[in-house]
């Protein structure tokens, strides 16, 4: 990895498309859809699964030599999958994980981030709440 302000625009102004296209497509489909809480986040879940699909797709036209600029990578990668979903990461890294054999550290990454992100959720709400009152 390189650290360059090169490097940072590239990612910057992919996480700036990605987080645009993430709203688009969350206001898109509630209202097209009619999505609300505490129902099926299926905005959510679209957004999630095209992440993954698109970091799937791009590293695998890097690693096929398709994508040669290590900035345009970072700029598709953690950039605009990164600003559209963070789960795209996480799948990357899983699939990372999993293909080098290293299967009880895939199944504690998964487990680990899923309760993990779910209690920090929960105090950052109730530290919320504290401070509120």
Do not use: D
Not at 8 to 25: A, D, E, K, M, P
Not at 60 to 78: D, I, K, M, W, Y
Not at 104 to 126: M, N
Request: contains cysteine; hydrophobic residues 50%.
């Amino acid at each position: 990895m390189v650290l360059s302000l090169k490097t940072l625009l590239c990612v910057g102004c992919g996480c700036f498309i990605g987080g645009v296209l993430r709203y688009l497509t969350s206001y898109y489909v509630c209202t097209r859809w009619g999505v609300e809480l505490p129902g099926m986040p299926w905005h959510t879940l679209l957004i999630n699964f095209g992440g993954c699909l698109f970091m799937g797709l791009f590293c695998g036209l890097a690693t096929a030599g398709f994508v040669e600029s290590p900035n345009l990578r970072l700029a598709l990668t953690a950039g605009l999958c990164g600003g559209y979903s963070t789960l795209a990461a996480f799948a990357f890294e899983n699939t990372m994980i999993l293909r080098a054999g290293n299967y009880l550290t895939a199944g504690s990454y998964i487990a680990l981030t899923l309760v993990g992100s779910i209690l920090c959720f929960i105090a950052g709400y109730a530290a919320a709440n504290l401070v509120q009152r």
